[in-house]
Each structure stands twice: as structure tokens, then as C-alpha cells.
């Protein structure tokens, strides 16, 4: 199975909904994909690097750590998903909760470059909604701990 499909296997246990739905989309055009000095993939939005170039994955855990330093285990929600390296890390210490993220294409590009499936089993995804009806549909989510993607 390739990454993709493994990834919409593990959302399609949370929401299979939204699983068709991003199935049927393409990748975000507004990203250009890099590879980092790792060997892993990076992504940069304009001017902005949405994760590490030289180790995403490494630099993901060490801001899940930093932001989890004196947390009580509650849920969190994470606004951005990017190619999701901080979501997973944040899985993998064994976090719940949710992700916003506005740009379904974003979704599906993370989806096809990173292994989140132990993330996508372990969050929500909101995506796709205004910020008007995040706040009036999901205001529950911006209750928790809100952690904002790092870049």
C-alpha cells in the first residue's frame, strides 16, 4: 500500500466521510515540496517553511516536547496541519485530539509524503470549514489547549 492509502485507511476509521472526500481531491497547489537534508520531505508555503529542512521529524519532536512540558495529558487541538510531522509527533508521546486545518489540498498533499496514520487515528481533522462555523460548530475544540503549527 502506499502512503496515501494507508493514510485514508486510518482516517477512514475516524471519519470515512471525509476520507472520500480528500480521496477525490489533488494535492495543494500553493506548496512546494523540498527534501530535506534528511531525506525526509519539507514543504514551503511562499516565503515560509512549514517544517524543518534539515530534520523534520527530529525538530517536530522537540516542539512536542517544549509544548507538552507541564501539560496533564488533556486533549489539544493543533491549528495547521502542514505535512503534519508535529501531529504525529505529538501521537507518538501518546496526545489526542483535534487538527484544524482550513485547506483540504493541504490534507492530501501531508497525506501522500508522511506516515500519519497513528495520527489520524488519534485525531479529529476539521477541515475545509470558515472560521465562523469552527467557532460555532466546534467551539468545543478551541476550549482545550491550543497548540498553533510551528511555523
Known sequence: M??????????????????????????????????????????RLGEIMLHSSYDPSREAGEWADAMLAGSDGSPVTVLGLGLGYHLS?????????????????????????????????????VTGVPQDLIRRRHGALLSRRVLAHPA
Open 2 to 43: 502506499t502512503l496515501l492509502e494507508n493514510n485514508l485507511k486510518a482516517l477512514r476509521g475516524r471519519d470515512p466521510l471525509l476520507a472520500a472526500a480528500i480521496e477525490g481531491l489533488p494535492p495543494s497547489p500553493h506548496v512546494d515540496l523540498i527534501q530535506a537534508r534528511n531525506g525526509e520531505t519539507t514543504a
Open 89 to 125: 509527533a505529538l501521537a507518538g508521546r501518546g496526545v489526542t485530539g483535534a487538527v484544524i486545518e482550513p485547506d483540504p489540498a493541504m490534507l492530501r498533499t501531508a497525506m501522500e509524503r508522511v506516515n500519519l496514520t497513528d495520527a489520524l487515528e488519534r485525531f479529529t481533522v
